[in-house]
T-cell receptor, first 115, second 113 residues
Framework: GAVVSQHPSRVICKSGTSVKIECRSLDFQATTMFWYRQFPKQSLMLMATSNEGSKATYEQGVEKDKFLINHASLTLSTLTVTSAHPEDSSFYIC???????????FGQGTRLTVV | DAKTTQPNSMESNEEEPVHLPCNHSTISGTDYIHWYRQLPSQGPEYVIHGLTSNVNNRMASLAIAEDRKSSTLILHRATLRDAAVYYCILSPRGQTGANNLFFGTGTRLTVIP
């Protein structure tokens, strides 16, 4: 099956700094990718839809200036958490639809800890 | 979005079949039924999907009620590697199965050796 790779898998940063998370589709192209966030013992929540060549669309309540999304190419989307705070500590997961558009392929997730 | 209802948790003995239920009484005629699972500290992975007919693949089987208001994911022989949270998700036809996935709380499956 198709592979989506996230990097890094784990990151610790200081409060006030920015962190960039990469999401790559390794063997297929993705004009659209999705970013989710998952707090401990909770389910995934869709944050935003990343669109290659255009602006991302954000879900209600997600600050676009804080969570910067750049879909640089057909195989790469990045999420930058700016001015991170401890409450931003979470598990961030990206996904991309497969070529048949019937299933999503997810990255392995990035665990962000802000200290 | 049409909602689904799943038990919070289930247990199964290793090498026995597991039937994971999902209720979706407000499903519309064009909604597909998708199942994903999430192993600990990993992103979700696709398991199976269907519309009306029962479906089989190498991972599992999906049994869909005739009125489509419920479905059951069947793992034929549970292994320890099947311990995960299983999510039943509806996605409207015309939207890809990968778009706008609404993850409910899912069912946490524990497999007992």
């Amino acid at each position: 099956g198709a592979v989506v790779s996230q990097h890094p898998s784990r990151v610790i940063c200081k409060s006030g700094t920015s962190v960039k998370i990469e999401c790559r589709s390794l063997d297929f192209q993705a004009t659209t990718m999705f970013w989710y966030r998952q707090f401990p013992k909770q389910s995934l929540m869709l944050m935003a839809t990343s669109n290659e060549g255009s602006k991302a669309t954000y879900e209600q309540g997600v600050e676009k200036d804080k969570f910067l999304i750049n879909h640089a190419s057909l195989t790469l989307s990045t999420l930058t958490v700016t001015s991170a705070h401890p409450e931003d500590s979470s598990f961030y997961i990206c996904s991309a639809p497969g070529q048949m558009n019937t299933e999503a392929f997810f990255g392995q997730g990035t665990r962000l800890t802000v200290v | 979005d049409a909602k689904t209802t799943q038990p919070n948790s289930m247990e199964s003995n290793e090498e026995e079949p597991v039937h994971l239920p999902c209720n979706h009484s407000t499903i519309s005629g064009t909604d597909y039924i998708h199942w994903y699972r999430q192993l600990p500290s990993q992103g979700p992975e696709y398991v199976i999907h269907g519309l009306t007919s029962n479906v089989n693949n190498r991972m599992a089987s999906l049994a869909i009620a005739e009125d489509r208001k419920s479905s059951t994911l069947i793992l034929h022989r549970a292994t320890l590697r099947d311990a995960a949270v299983y999510y039943c998700i509806l996605s409207p036809r015309g939207q890809t199965g990968a778009n706008n996935l609404f993850f409910g709380t899912g069912t946490r499956l524990t497999v007992i050796p």
